[in-house]
Nanobody, 124 residues
């Protein structure tokens, strides 16, 4: 499965962006799809995840109530709607797919398919 992430950009604090993660060469069926983000010198940080089959969603505390992860079965795509963006949300965002158990879904090691990353820059 190949993942293609897009939708990043340069925005101001308080603005919104929607990231997309599309799968090709396969489907997201039976996978958990997650978004991680990374800034220079830091480890990749969990942002949000969604179980494709059941739709259960999980969020990092830092993005709860601001970000929403969703899926589109027909387009085989996962979205990350980011509202109320803050400068600290600036990072390269990666989508990933895997089959983590509930206790490990926030770990990047639990995912084995990764997109190329899309950069989000939020100015103050």
């Amino acid at each position: 499965v190949q993942l293609q992430a897009c939708g990043g950009g340069l925005v101001q604090a308080g603005d919104s962006l929607r990231l997309s993660c599309a799968a090709s060469g396969g489907t997201f069926s039976s996978y958990t799809v997650a978004w991680f983000r990374q800034t220079p010198g830091k480890e990749r940080e969990f942002v949000a995840a969604i179980r494709w089959s059941g739709g259960n969603t999980y969020y990092a505390d830092s993005v709860k109530a601001r970000f929403t992860i969703s899926r589109d079965f027909r387009k085989n795509t996962v979205y990350l709607q980011m509202n109320g963006l803050k400068p600290e949300d600036t990072a390269v965002y990666y989508c990933a797919a895997g089959r983590p158990i509930v206790s490990s879904f926030t770990s990047s090691n639990a995912y084995y398919y990764w997109g190329q990353g899309t950069e989000v820059t939020v100015s103050s």
